[in-house]
T-cell receptor
């Protein structure tokens, strides 16, 4: 009974490097959401994707951040030229359908930028 | 702008001491209100979804209720294993599928 899988669980990058975070949704789920949790802050929505389509990226920073969910393979959240302010926990969630269907979360990737 | 405010920020109870957590929300057309539990270093774990005012759902020692402006998570006779951060989130109308979360209530149950 595999839930949402994320890897790596911990990622350390130096300023200016690239970070790639991967998310495999639950079996049978084709909708993926990315959220960011900053220290002492609540979870913030970043982007919503379906296979090969970005549906809503209203919470995504305009620069350096991108996301994809290819036909085959996991969803990828990519952060280019990381800065210290990018240090946070990044969570992926998946749902079976859109709308008010329950979003199930993965364990998160904790990104530390040195 | 959609907003979710949870109170209290932190709550310490004795084992067996019942209480309620509050989630006040402002949203343009509520599609659903969600409760999650988050343990340190882990992802949020789904508890309940509520869709309309007057709706109630129960699971073991937890009961969630919904009005037009707020939701309550009632915890009856809690045990130490109920210690966690409880998160409330709303999903707005207008096609937005991302959830708007509150900052959570950090609950500690002392034996």
């Amino acid at each position: 009974n595999a839930g949402v899988m994320q890897n790596p669980r911990h990622l350390v990058r130096r300023r200016g490097q690239e970070a790639r975070l991967r998310c495999s949704p639950m079996k049978g789920h084709s909708h993926v959401y990315w959220y960011r949790q900053l220290p002492e802050e609540g979870l913030k929505f970043m982007v919503y994707l379906q296979k090969e389509n970005i549906i809503d990226e209203s919470g995504m920073p305009k620069e350096r951040f991108s996301a994809e969910f290819p036909k085959e393979g996991p969803s990828i959240l990519r952060i280019q030229q990381v800065v210290r302010g990018d240090s946070a926990a990044y969570f992926c969630a998946s749902s079976q359908t859109e709308g008010t269907d329950t979003q199930y979360f993965g364990p998160g990737t904790r990104l530390t930028v040195l | 702008e959609d907003q979710v405010t949870q109170s209290p920020e932190a709550l310490r109870l004795q084992e067996g001491e019942s209480s309620s957590l509050n989630c006040s929300y402002t949203v343009s057309g509520l599609r659903g209100l969600f409760w999650y539990r988050q343990d340190p270093g882990k992802g949020p774990e789904f508890l309940f979804t509520l869709y309309s005012a007057g709706e109630e759902k129960e699971k073991e020692r937890l009961k969630a209720t919904l009005t037009k402006k707020e939701s309550f998570l009632h915890i009856t006779a809690p045990k130490p294993e109920d210690s966690a951060t409880y998160l409330c989130a709303v999903q707005a109308g207008g096609g937005a599928d991302g959830l708007t979360f509150g900052k959570g209530t950090h609950l500690i149950i002392q034996p």
